[in-house]
């Protein structure tokens, strides 16, 4: 016999309903955040190890193994806990008394530093795959170089790296959940603080892990859509 | 479609199986299986001064670790053999799990007894009386829990009762306007977020800010303010059903006390020498006296 | 900045590393030999191996490892009335997660090998079991060891994440250290250094397999 009481209104019940929308919330909108910053400054620094300079090239290298080679939880304390030391100490008072959240800020933006790391090696790797001819035919029309990335080579790179560039998002979503070690009341974060108060564990934590798979299941779905229509056409097949 | 269903299908298919195995071992007494197995399983404190942390040499140590050693010697007394006695971590957030899956047979952390947690763990009588006040840097403009309104106050994610002490307080009108609480796992972030001008002040057990004040660079750097907003009695964290087990628990403690031991316990982690000097308070004396039953 | 919370506690400190590399080393073995057998599963053509391996790499691949590492810590023993001891439950969750990773990557190793060879196997007189695992298989693991370096060195760094259930390895003993002397700032640096040092190291070999791959070729094995 199971010694346990399920109590399921420990989920929907006030104040904890609550609770949880709003942490759900606050994953939905720190990952998506963090996203947008992973894929615009991935995309840069996947551009930037493609240059024939090589001091910029290396500058792209060293970012994506600074950020790869850490675990994404040192690199959130580093974020919350260090990062404001570099300002001056009016600075962090002005910061902390403006930025009414900072840990969610600190847990978008580190999230969003690490992710970028990740997909920038997507992107490269896109870049390469891309057919010299796009190159030539870019900088012949006249382009120069930031216009021909901006408007043809990343858009292109984008379209043949999507398969793995989903699985990065998806990722990105999860590793949100580290953020309730700074103490951002995501999904997790809400779950466990949920428990400390009723003491039922098992049905906070099956709600969480049920937001995730569904979050999961909702991204590949909508990604599967976007990779149909932005196919390009002509290729035999997506790459891997 | 049909395969993202059949994904979902087997999802909840592993779950039900999980749910398939699930049997809960029969209750065995813990002092049987004590005798039994010769192991005692004890949750312990690893990041709280002096509660329980791991020292300069990286030894585990503290209030509860002496403390736990006295109910281990007993134990080896009552059976009249060598007792193993088994450490594992726990913090505010693992500790009742931790009792409730039955990873440890006792826990001796700084739990506060609520009648909360005794709906799902039960406690040994209380052994340490201490209550909620504020950490804040000297000459800080907050004085006490008024001052608090509009500011941000870290405490512990874990905390439950002092969570509930300051809402009411705010629902009270005590704080008005209410402050801005601000979560951390453990007591040392939130400690460290106070020393980065994340928070204004920090609001937890006064026997734990001792610890965090004693522990900083420049402990003259920090006060401690505030009336007790609550009192807050501590007590070992037990499984529920456990009557023999808690009786034992409880006449080690007592002996404990009345022997004097405990006074040695306390003068060494938070007596004018220790590492966390904290008077007895007044009340607390009277506690352990009204602890001291005959035999 | 005070260097010297490092030195005074570097032997506390590095002690973890020796369980960092331990649960490292476990949770690769134990998820590879998993991840093959899920692997493999996904590309048969036996829908009662394929689909209970999609669900499972699906299902896993959803879940943020924190909180797969609370469900069997926390919550199996409360479902079964057993308990697993914090090194176990941290080991068995790694096993179980980055299995569903390593089976996608065997999968495209596989998946990768030439159709040819399968062929020849077959014509030889072996069996498909045989022909998997001594003809594809090999060949798919020498195309997969760059991403699977590459993954190890992932492991690697989520080991830290055993903190969370109290598990004194690497980063937990920082955190501790931490707890004590409240002195974040240099030692989370410090933490930081340590990893990108050794994971650049797995990240180099993952570098270095994938431009010079040939030679494994001497030493493939017959088992």
């Known amino acids: 016999m199971l010694n346990y009481d399920f109590d399921w209104s420990v989920l929907w019940r006030a104040p904890y309903g609550a609770m949880f929308a709003r942490g759900v919330l606050t994953t939905v909108h720190l990952s998506l955040l963090a996203w947008l910053l992973a894929l615009v400054l991935g995309a840069c620094v996947g551009a930037i190890r493609m240059q024939p300079w090589p001091p910029l090239r290396r500058l792209g290298g060293a970012y994506v193994s600074l950020f790869r080679n850490t675990p994404f939880l040192v690199q959130l304390f580093f974020w919350y806990f260090a990062a404001p030391l570099l300002l001056s100490e009016s600075g962090q008072l002005w910061l902390y008394d403006n930025v009414p959240d900072y840990a969610y800020w600190a847990g978008v933006l580190g999230l969003g530093i690490y992710t970028a790391s990740r997909v920038a090696e997507q992107f490269r790797s896109a870049f390469f795959s891309i057919p010299r001819d796009q190159y030539r035919a870019a900088f012949a029309s006249g382009l120069t170089s930031i216009q021909a990335y901006r408007l043809v080579l990343i858009p292109y790179a984008f379209r043949l790296a999507l398969p793995t560039i989903t699985t990065e998002f998806l990722t990105c979503f999860k590793n949100s959940a580290l953020a309730m070690t700074i103490g951002v009341m995501e999904t997790t974060h809400t779950a466990s603080h949920v428990e400390a108060f009723t003491s039922h564990g098992l049905e906070t934590t099956t709600a969480a892990s049920l937001v995730y798979l569904s979050l999961a299941w909702t991204v590949i779905a909508a990604m599967g859509a976007v990779e149909r229509r932005l196919r390009i056409r002509g290729l035999l097949a997506r790459r891997r | ?285 009277m506690l352990l006296k009204a602890l001291s039953y005959p035999e | 900045m005070d260097l010297g919370v490092i030195t005074r506690n570097a032997g506390f400190i590095f002690g973890g590393l020796v369980l960092t590399f331990e649960l490292a080393a476990l949770a690769i073995t134990g998820g590879l030999a998993l991840g093959v057998l899920l692997g493999a599963a996904r590309v048969s053509r036996r829908p009662w191996l394929y689909w209970p391996a999609t669900a499972y790499i699906h299902f896993f691949r959803g879940l943020p490892l924190i909180l797969v590492i609370f469900w069997l810590y926390f919550l199996l023993p409360v479902l079964t009335g057993r308990n697993l001891d914090e090194f176990t439950a941290a080991v068995a969750s790694f096993v179980v997660y980055e299995a569903s990773y390593f089976a996608e990557i065997v999968r495209a190793g596989i998946q990768s090998t030439s159709r040819g060879q399968a062929m020849a196997a077959a014509a030889s007189g072996l069996t498909g079991p045989q022909a998997f695992r001594l003809v594809i298989l090999p060949q798919a693991l020498r195309n997969m060891l760059p991403s699977l370096t590459n993954h190890a060195v992932v492991i690697f760094q989520d080991t830290s994440l055993a903190y969370v259930i109290g598990l004194r390895e690497f980063l937990r003993r920082v955190n501790l250290v931490d707890a004590r002397e409240a002195r974040s700032m240099e030692l989370y640096l410090f933490a930081g250094v340590v990893y990108l040092v050794l994971c650049s190291l797995g990240a180099l070999a993952a570098q270095r397999l994938e431009r010079r791959s040939p030679w494994l070729s001497g030493a493939r094995r017959n088992d």
Request: charged fraction near 25%; glycine fraction near 12%; hydrophobic fraction near 40%.
């Open chain 2, 1 to 285: 479609m049909k395969r993202r269903i059949l994904v979902i299908a087997g999802g909840l298919m592993v779950l039900v199986l999980l749910m398939g195995v699930a049997y809960r071992a029969n209750a065995e007494g813990i002092l049987e299986k004590i005798e039994k197995t010769g192991t005692v399983t004890m949750g312990l404190r690893e990041g709280a001064v002096p509660f329980g942390f791991i020292d300069e040499k990286g030894q585990w140590v503290g209030f509860g670790v002496d403390l736990g050693e006295e109910i281990h010697k007993a134990l080896e007394a009552k059976f009249n053999k060598p007792i193993q006695l088994v450490k594992k971590p726990m913090d505010p957030k693992t500790r009742i799990p931790l009792i409730t899956s039955g990873a440890i047979d006792i826990g001796i952390g700084s739990t506060t007894i609520t009648l909360a947690r005794e709906d799902v763990v039960d406690f040994s009588l209380p052994y340490f009386l201490t209550g909620t006040r504020l950490l804040v840097p000297k000459g800080s403009p907050i004085k006490d829990f008024p001052d608090l309104a509009g500011k941000r106050v870290g405490m512990g994610s874990g905390s439950t009762a002092n969570i509930n002490g300051i809402d009411q307080a705010m629902a009270a009108g005590l704080i008005a306007p209410p402050c801005e609480k601000v979560l951390f796992d453990e007591h040392n972030k939130g400690f460290l977020a106070l020393q980065q001008n994340k928070i204004h002040a920090y609001f937890t057990d006064a026997s734990m800010l001792a610890g965090m004040k004693a522990k900083a660079e420049k402990p003259g750097d920090w006060e401690i303010v505030g009336r007790y907003l609550t009192y807050e009695p501590y007590g070992i964290l037990l499984p529920e059903n456990q009557g023999e087990w808690r009786d034992f628990v409880n006449a080690a403690l007592v002996r404990t006390i009345k022997s004097g031991r405990y006074q040695q316990i306390y003068d060494k982690w938070f007596g004018p020498k220790g590492q966390v000097p904290l008077a007895m308070s007044g009340e607390f004396t």
